[in-house]
């Protein structure tokens, strides 16, 4: 799978829009963007994916690059519970693929 | 979305003794599934891969003997931590292959908080 870059921490406001950025260079024709969340002291979840498109659902919103090397995962209005690490993941699905987890990043949302 | 539990959500025992902690699906069917761990302030680790009716795999470093893994059915995986040791308390949190839309997609457990006293 390939590797994905992401800042170690960001904050945002509540209320404002959350911008978290994904580096993701060495991304191959078959991957798929994945963004996941884990909050403190649960399992991760499922937020997005997308392949090319920017996709959009009740959660979040996925802006990808024409080059499909980056991406921006866009949480429109923050509140205090979306304080959480946020983890990118390019993911193929093939029958041998597995998800490897990076170090994400915590997002802090601010009162 | 689809749903995956995890039980017991949180297990207390002594040295020595062994652990076996369950992971279902319980809207979908997944021939595959994973076990991660995660210490403290870290981010989760894979630790096997879980394939229904086979063996499973295990990660570089981790000990199949140690960290048993069964995948009886379509929905439900065990991982059974043996003669367990302090430095095995964990959260570990199992994980399971659904279809999102046209896509599949991966869907955790809330994770179970084993502590080794």
């Known amino acids: 799978d390939a590797k994905t870059t992401q800042p170690t921490s960001m904050d945002c406001a509540e209320g404002r829009a959350a911008n978290l950025p994904c580096n993701h260079s060495?991304?191959?024709?078959?991957?798929?963007v994945y963004w996941y969340r884990q909050i403190h002291s649960q399992g991760p979840q499922y937020i997005i994916h997308?392949?090319?498109n920017n996709e959009t659902n009740e959660m979040a919103s996925l802006i990808i690059t024409e080059d499909r090397k980056s991406s921006t995962l866009i949480l429109p209005h923050a509140t205090l519970r979306d304080t959480a690490v946020y983890y990118c993941?390019?993911?193929?699905?093939?029958?041998?693929?597995?998800?490897?987890f990076g170090s994400g990043t915590r997002l802090s949302i601010r009162p | 979305g689809a749903v995956v539990s995890q039980h017991p959500s949180w297990v207390i025992c002594k040295s020595g003794t062994s652990v076996k902690i369950e992971c279902r699906s319980l809207?979908?069917?997944?021939?595959?599934m994973f076990w991660y761990r995660q210490f403290p302030k870290q981010s989760l680790m894979l630790m096997a891969t879980s394939n229904e009716g086979s063996k499973a795999t295990y990660e570089q470093g981790v000990e199949k003997d140690k960290f048993l893994i069964n995948h009886a059915s379509l929905t439900l995986s065990t991982l059974t931590v043996t003669s367990a040791h302090p430095e095995d308390s964990s959260f570990y949190i199992c994980?399971?292959?659904?279809?999102?839309?046209?896509?599949?997609?991966?869907?955790f457990g809330p994770g179970t908080r084993l502590l080794v006293l």
């Open positions: 993941i390019t993911e193929s699905y093939s029958s041998a693929s597995k998800i490897i």
């Open positions: 060495t991304i191959s024709g078959n991957e798929y």
């Open positions: 809207d979908f069917q997944a021939t595959t």
């Open positions: 994980s399971a292959r659904g279809n999102s839309g046209d896509q599949e997609t991966q869907y």
């Open positions: 997308g392949l090319k």
